[in-house]
């Protein structure tokens, strides 16, 4: 199984220390598991560059954790604990 419909939601988009920016995402795929993941990027990779921009960079940091979660995801879908069962009537 591979889930392909994943949405990532910005949680945090801010610099927190002089030199640090900071981006965080909410990470939702189509089962409803979800995740939220942070990423310190150096105010120097962020400088002048769009939100989209600096989104995308700390996607690709990100990238190997983000295949965990993605793993977990697939593990919790083929997972029956906590599936809803609707009886017919």
Do not use: H, W
């Amino acid at each position: 199984m591979n889930i392909t419909n994943i949405t990532y939601t910005i949680a945090r988009y801010e610099q927190v220390k002089p030199d640090t920016f900071l981006v965080a995402f909410n990470i939702k795929d189509e089962n409803d598991n979800s995740a939220y993941i942070e990423c310190l990027l150096k105010s120097s990779q962020v400088s002048g560059k769009t939100t989209q921009e600096v989104c995308q960079i700390a996607y690709k940091e990100l990238a190997p954790q983000i295949e965990e979660i993605k793993l977990n995801f697939e593990q919790k879908t083929l997972s029956k604990v906590g599936y809803v069962f609707i009886p017919e009537e």
